[in-house]
């Protein structure tokens, strides 16, 4: 099967008649632990995936951006000598967001016909918008000249969400895209930004995403109503953000917090010490006490969260029943929750026979057809000029 890049090239070949001059692309990408703590300025432990996001592109001689979406099979034109603006619900925002935000910069952003091609599967909980942001901010940043710090073109993607799409997410989806290295997880500062690389080459090991393909919809408020709870406990407990309380001050105000703001304030600040030790696990290779963390996460995540659902929780069950000794070490949802997908970290050796298992029995417990992903941590995001 051809790569993203590779549709991407012979795509746009096929549609405008000659060769793209750029060639830019962006992974999507799975969180390994912590979850829903990047907007409260936590700790995160992502790597990016081998499905990637590519954009194809060659300039025009008018003001003109047009960009094709071979997903969608839908073409749209954006007018560079007016304002963009945000179309009401569609994909192309996630592009016309970005290109806003070059321009905002005074980057010289020219006319440009653009062809996009993917691999992440949309509404599965791995970034699928972020790798669509950066990839098409790395191409539109070389055509323009614009050069800047990879955490400010994170920066100008995750404007992009927020203004364009409406979803106010954190920055981790971003940043991992534009940090992320080969063989590496990257725990993440979501205040300072600093990115701490996490050896995960071990070839006994690997990462298995299990979608239940059961979509998501971040923009529909479920997220910012829970991004809006996290803001409002830090208020009530008097700190900047729930980065900076500690479990024994989320005990100490119950009473203040209430019943619901409790709950997620306990997930945050117990998520963060999970990041925290889940590294230390990782770079002892101690794969059992990790996997343990990430069933306290999911645990976590549904019950004090409240942003798993049936279908997740069926293939965490069904991962705790095949164990270790059948071959997985531990499970959690990733993503921002209400369907998506499982990451399961598994034995090399025993990864079909887990993948088998897994989807054989989530059929017979929910009528649904699970896709598994078995990934190696992937390279960031390029760009490369076609000669």
């Known amino acids: 099967m051809k790569s993203s890049a590779e549709r991407a090239t012979l795509c746009f070949s096929d549609r405008f008649g000659q060769a793209p001059t750029w060639l830019a692309s962006a992974p999507g990408r799975v969180n390994l632990i912590g979850e829903h703590t990047d907007y409260s300025d936590g700790f995160v432990l992502p790597m990016a995936i081998e499905a990637r996001t590519a954009v194809a592109a060659r300039l025009r001689l008018d003001r003109t951006i047009t960009v094709y979406s071979a997903a969608f099979d839908e ?17 192309s925002n996630y592009v016309a967001g970005v290109i806003a935000g070059i321009h905002a910069i005074g980057g010289a952003v020219p006319g440009l016909d653009l062809v996009i091609e993917s691999d992440v599967p949309v509404g599965a909980g791995l970034s699928s918008s972020a790798a669509l942001e950066v990839a098409v901010a790395t191409l539109v940043e070389a055509a323009s000249g614009l050069t800047q710090d990879v955490r400010d073109t994170a920066r100008l993607c995750q404007r992009a969400e927020h203004e364009f799409a409406g979803v106010p997410t954190g920055i981790m989806d971003q940043l991992i895209a534009v940090v992320a290295k080969r063989g590496r997880a990257v725990k993440i500062d979501c205040r300072s930004l600093d990115a701490t690389y996490v050896d995960l080459t071990d070839p006994a090991i690997a990462v298995m995403v299990v979608n239940t393909n059961v979509r998501h919809d971040l923009a529909d408020g479920a997220y910012a109503n829970r991004r809006a709870a996290c803001t409002e406990a830090a208020r009530r407990l008097a700190v900047p953000a729930l980065r900076d309380a500690t479990i024994e001050d989320v005990q100490q105000h119950a009473g203040a917090l209430g019943v619901e703001l409790y709950a997620r304030a306990r997930h945050v600040v117990s998520e963060n010490a999970r990041v925290h030790a889940a590294v230390d696990a990782a770079r002892h290779r101690d794969w059992g006490s990790l996997g343990a963390l990430m069933y306290d996460s999911h645990r976590s995540l549904r019950e004090d969260f409240a ?52 989807g054989q029995d989530y059929r017979r417990r929910t009528g649904r057809t699970a896709t598994v992903l078995t990934s190696r941590p992937g390279d960031g995001a390029y760009t490369a000029s076609i000669p």
Request: aromatic share 4%; glycine share 16%; proline share 4%.
């Open 75 to 91: 073409s749209i034109a954006l007018d560079l000598s007016g304002p963009i603006l945000p179309r009401p619900r569609h994909w």
């Open 307 to 358: 942003v798993s659902c049936l279908e997740l929780d069926v293939l965490v069950e069904i991962s705790q029943g095949i164990g270790q000794t059948g071959g997985v070490y531990g499970c959690r949802m990733t993503g921002g929750g209400f369907g998506g997908s499982v990451v399961c970290v598994v034995r090399t050796d025993a990864a079909v026979a887990v993948a088998e298992t897994m």
